[in-house]
């Protein structure tokens, strides 16, 4: 193309259009500020991205932290045709139609996820993508026997509580998703339900299934106990890219979502994002934008905008698939290189409303992806005219020229519907993408040490609450502040900690009270 002719939006818009027909599938690049030269620039990376990616199907391990191998993208290949696709498939069907039951054998009508991460997020998206945000509220029969979906992903007793509030026990199956078993947010939740179940007088294990690896603590804690089912999970699949495997399976097949489909989906945009010229590949074009809008250190924000009520969790799922893949501190060769790209957003429409504002007149510190979903879901006429989804159009379209004419940068991604098949196509194109920009940035994408110290760092809060609960019983009644009662638990460096520990006691435990003094500007506490 003519250097004259690049200037020019339509013929851009030509050039950095990718499509794939029969899906209707589109990605547009146009709006983005780069040019050919700066793509030329990037074929070394390219060329060793096509090349690890290889490696990464190939099987060779490419999470050296943990000795690893990445699996996702060609696991979901071969999943549909295993034995356990059909397992699930099966224990699904008999629980919808009333073969499987609870202990009093009354038909399950809903099921708890109690997962964290991916486990959770995941089966999230999809639930609301596709069966919608009111699916819970629809009969047995509106949802033809399959179940509602409720989530257990945090380790928040007020979660737990409100859930409590509306699940009847004895219709309601339970889902536990843990790879290692001991992921602590969810076997607090687990051990939280097997207590309101026996106080119920009920049996836990007659209402659980798993999903875990095989030899865990939940693998061996499940099926000592008898549960229901228990389903295996790879080793070499991580929590964020889990839901093309049995973690996305098992919540989709109790709800009516057609796996196989989103599969497809998934398995169609991984051949399209092995196509050899990096310029016709939607995931290395897409990395190569983010590379180089950000100049190969993480310098813009990505902002997800979704032009769909359907796909509102989606920058919520991109936020854990993208930072924690790609937020790291030290690069393969162990330098210090703090790498990442923050991710936010909301949905279309609701945005022009809300952070919009700053995006038009703010800092220029972002760059927007708008995905469209062109089928309307229904035809809600506003004029002779124009109709609802008419408008949805021409705000996005409106705000993309906006957005534009400020010099601001846009990727615009339309998809003709939200069903399985552009969901697996969307998910999986964000996959690949990130594998591939970790290697442009030379990061492991695929482990997560500072999820791991956070983890290290949480023990030693509860070890020093157990040491400082020791010692004021030892000690008998107390009174004093912060610093005073950490000097005589015998841990005075930490009274900053132990003034958080007994503000969470004050609340909590009536042997504990606290009065706040102002004279010292601290809080004094009274242990009895």
Same mark, same amino acid.
């Given at each position: ?84 696709? #059909? ?70 007793? #007020? ?40 106080? @119920? ?18 693998? /061996?804690?499940? /099926? ?54 990096? @310029? ?27 032009? %769909? ?5 989606? %920058? /919520?799922?991109?936020? =854990? ?5 790609? &937020? ?29 504002? =700053?995006?038009?007149? $703010? ?25 609802? $989804?008419?408008?949805?159009? $021409? ?9 534009? &004419?400020?010099?601001? =940068? ?119």
């Amino acid at each position: 193309m003519r250097p004259e002719k690049m200037n020019n939006w339509i013929e851009r818009n030509i050039e950095y259009t990718l499509v794939d027909a029969e899906s209707q599938f589109s990605i547009d690049f146009a709006g983005m500020k780069f040019s050919p030269a700066e793509l030329d620039a990037l074929q070394p990376k390219f060329e060793r991205a096509a090349r690890e990616m290889g490696r990464i199907e190939a099987g060779e391990i490419k999470n050296p932290d943990e000795k690893r191998k990445v699996t996702h993208f060609s696991d979901r290949k071969v999943y549909p045709q295993s034995e356990l696709f #059909a397992s699930v498939e099966a224990f699904a069907e008999q629980v919808r139609s009333g073969k499987i039951t609870g202990e009093t054998g009354r038909k399950f009508e809903a099921v708890v996820v109690n997962g964290i991460g991916g486990s959770a997020l995941g089966p999230q998206l999809m639930q609301f993508a596709i069966n919608g945000p009111y699916w819970n509220e629809k009969t047995d029969a509106a949802r033809n026997g399959y179940l509602k979906l409720y989530f257990l992903d945090n380790t928040d007793s #007020a979660e737990f509580a409100d859930l409590s509030e509306v699940m009847d026990p004895e219709t309601t199956l339970h889902l536990v998703i843990s790879k290692s078993g001991g992921t602590q947010e969810t076997k607090n939740n687990m051990i939280a339900m097997e207590e309101l179940y026996a106080a @119920r007088k009920l049996s836990f294990p007659k209402h659980a299934a798993a999903i875990t690896m095989k030899g865990s603590e939940l693998d /061996r804690h499940a /099926r000592g106990s008898n549960w229901l089912a228990v389903f295996e999970m790879a080793e070499s699949i991580g929590g964020r890219t889990s839901e093309t495997s049995i973690v996305g399976h098992v919540p989709a097949a109790l709800t009516g979502v057609k796996f196989g489909r989103f599969l497809e989906g998934a398995c169609r945009m991984d051949e399209w994002t092995r196509t050899a010229d990096p @310029r016709k590949n939607p995931a290395m074009m897409l990395a190569a934008m983010w590379y180089i809008a950000g100049e190969g250190k993480g310098n813009r924000n990505m902002v997800i905008v979704p032009y %769909s009520d359907r796909l509102i969790l989606l %920058s /919520r799922y991109m936020q =854990q698939l993208v930072m924690e893949s790609l &937020g790291k501190e030290l690069d393969l060769d162990g330098r210090v290189v703090h790498q990442g790209l923050n991710v936010f957003g909301n949905k279309g429409g609701t945005d022009a409303h809300a952070f919009i504002q =700053q995006l038009n007149d $703010g800092r220029d510190d972002f760059f927007a992806t708008f995905i469209e979903v062109l089928k309307d879901a229904e035809k809600l006429p506003i004029t002779d005219s124009t109709d609802m $989804g008419t408008y949805l159009h $021409g705000f996005l379209e409106g705000l993309s020229a906006a957005l534009r &004419g400020k010099g601001r =940068q846009i990727i615009t991604i339309r998809v003709p519907q939200v069903s399985e098949l552009e969901l697996g196509m969307l998910i999986a194109l964000y996959e690949r993408a990130v594998a591939i920009y970790a290697e442009f940035i030379n990061i492991n994408a695929f482990h997560q040490p500072g999820v791991q110290s956070y983890k290290l760092a949480a023990k030693g809060v509860l070890a020093l609450r157990e040491k400082v609960m020791a010692k004021l019983a030892e000690l008998g009644g107390i009174t004093g502040t912060a610093i005073e009662i950490a000097e005589k638990a015998g841990c005075p460096d930490d009274a900053v900690e132990v003034g958080a520990l007994l503000d969470k006691a004050a609340v909590n435990c009536p042997a504990v009270s606290r009065k706040f003094c102002e004279k010292s500007n601290q809080w004094v506490y009274t242990v009895k």
